[in-house]
């Protein structure tokens, strides 16, 4: 087999998920009044940004912390509804492997929904631009884009997946909104029980904000205690990338063991 | 393309046995696969494919062994293949759906992928509704679609699984007519319940029960497992002890039996005598 062979299947596959992902209202509906209620938290006019990168790093963070909730949410269908009537044995039947099909379908639906926050995202970047009399703090907004809402949206659409296979659909999107919430704003100072809040494990992008954009870390300085919990800086940041990195791949080889088998 | 299964068994959890060693050689031209609910007909068919790995035994398609990842997806792209029941995505279109099957099956070059799905548009009748979403379909529209796509690469091995379900009669003798023109120059395998599209599409048949296969010959050979068994009834005669009834109408019965009934005339069997005496002789 070459890579070659292999790039009709991606290809085809990242253009028609997609596709697919772009008419559905239902993505629509979550994400939108989400990404617009995250402008209204973050918008800040020019004058008001006295940091211009802090300002991106902060509302980037909020923007993920909102929009990655609808996101999971709708996206938790995404893998089992290739596995319905016939069309599970047919793409089983196809020469185009699982294991490039299956990141392909999580990427292209994915690339659609992240489409909405970036927007977000890059428009208040502009009163930082204004503030900062540059293009810094866009170029900023798409790198804090890149390094802090889309690993945490990816590893929390991984997971949406893999929940949408195991549980009836309905029970997969209430958990995946609970686990978000649960590893992003959940404290152990706010509800007695452990969670990822504040660690290297949490989804939110906390560490990369706080590293990079110089945003105040969610949690992290609130003398939460423990290994989990190290001061933001280059190197836990990017700990904390690989964590979800680690989760994503994690998630998504057990949607496609749990794909497979159901056949 | 040469089908070649040997000792093919396929257990499910639980236990339940859809496959018990299958032994199936198949060199060209069109098979009709029969049985009845629970044979295991749809099992060996996506065994066949390679969309199931078999328990036990081997599958080669064309040569290639579906065991190793290359031979099974060298296969692949030599392998039309219909499910059972299809439900293509319903927000892209008729089109939309060919070229992204005609992509997962490796066929790469755009210009010949568009003039290709046109082409089978065309054949299947979808042409003026090839731009429309699948979701405005009907069920024979959709089914049309789905035969559609088995044509994608012009395959050597066809495997249709109840490729009529759904069509209406006019529908039905087209894609009869299309069936036929298909088996000339590629091995087709078609799964059905309707001993006519055997009759009138398939060279040989092949009959599962309860997993094993029971039968595998020539249509007329098939024909032929009722020959001395098939006899006419009155409507007012009994049936019959150990008789089948084939079929009933108020002029009397047609049965299959294993000693004449009274007052039973002896007939010339058809497939459909044939299929039951076979499965009346070995139920699974």
Not at chain 1, 212 to 217: C, H, I, K, M, V
Not at chain 2, 197 to 212: H, I, K, M, P
């Amino acid at each position: 087999m070459t890579l070659s062979s292999l790039v009709p299947g991606v290809v085809g596959t990242l253009r028609y998920e997609a596709r697919m992902a772009i008419r559905q209202r239902a993505l629509w509906y979550a994400v939108v009044p989400l990404a617009l209620l995250a402008l209204a938290a973050s918008w800040h006019p020019p004058a008001e940004i006295a940091d211009p990168v802090r300002h991106v790093g902060g509302a980037t963070l909020v923007t993920g912390l909102l929009c990655t909730f609808g996101i999971g949410v709708v996206l938790a269908d995404r893998v089992a509804r290739g596995l319905g009537p016939g069309m599970g044995d047919l793409i089983a039947a196809a020469p185009c492997p699982a294991w490039t099909r299956l990141p392909a379908v999580l990427a292209a639906s994915l690339g659609v929904a992240l489409a909405v926050p970036l927007l977000v995202v890059l428009v208040c970047a502009v009163p930082a631009a204004v503030a900062d009399g540059g293009a810094r703090p866009l170029a900023a907004a798409a790198a804090a884009f890149a390094t802090v809402l889309v690993p945490g949206a990816a590893a929390l659409a991984a997971l949406a997946c893999l929940l949408g296979l195991v549980l009836p659909m309905a029970l997969a999107r209430i958990a995946t909104a609970g686990i978000w919430l649960w590893s992003t704003i959940a404290s152990p100072q706010l509800l007695p029980m452990p969670t990822p809040t504040g660690t290297l494990l949490s989804p939110v992008g906390g560490y990369p904000a706080a590293a990079w954009f110089g945003e105040r870390s969610v949690w992290a300085d609130r003398g939460l205690p423990g290994l989990l919990s190290p001061a933001p800086g280059t190197g836990t940041a990017l700990a904390n990338l690989a964590v979800l990195a680690a989760f994503t791949a994690l998630f998504l080889t057990l949607a496609g063991l749990i794909a497979a088998r159901r056949r | 393309m040469a089908i070649e299964m040997s000792g093919v068994t396929k257990a499910f959890r639980g236990g339940v046995r859809a496959l018990a060693g299958v032994d199936l050689r198949v060199r060209c031209g069109t098979v009709g696969l029969l049985g009845a609910n629970g044979a295991g007909k749809t099992t060996l068919l996506r065994v066949l494919t390679g969309a199931l790995r078999p328990t036990a035994g081997r599958v080669a398609v064309g040569g290639r062994d579906l065991a190793t990842g290359s031979g099974r997806r060298a296969a692949q792209r030599d392998i039309g293949y219909l499910p059972q029941e299809l439900s293509p995505y319903p927000d892209l279109t008729g089109r939309e759906f060919l070229d992204y099957m005609a992509l997962l099956k490796g066929i790469g070059d755009r210009r010949f992928r568009r003039a290709h799905v046109a082409e089978l548009l065309a054949r299947v009748g979808l042409t003026d509704d090839g731009a429309r979403r699948i979701a405005a379909y009907s069920g024979g529209m959709r089914r049309r679609l789905g035969i559609a796509q088995s044509l994608l690469g012009d395959p050597g091995l066809l495997v249709l699984d109840e490729p009529t379900a759904g069509l209406d009669p006019e529908e039905r003798m087209r894609f009869r007519s299309l069936l036929a023109d298909l088996g000339r120059d590629r091995t087709v395998v078609l799964s059905t319940h309707l001993l006519d599209d055997v009759a009138q599409a398939c060279s040989t048949a092949a009959v599962l029960a309860g997993g094993r296969l029971v039968f595998h010959g020539a249509v007329g050979d098939l024909a032929a497992v009722a020959r001395g068994r098939t006899y006419e009834v009155p409507a007012d005669a009994p049936a019959g002890a150990r008789s089948t009834v084939v079929r009933a109408s108020p002029a009397g019965q047609r049965v299959v039996a294993g000693a004449a009934p009274p007052r039973g005339r002896p007939v010339a069997p058809t497939l459909e005598d044939g299929y039951i005496a076979l499965l009346r002789s070995d139920p699974g």
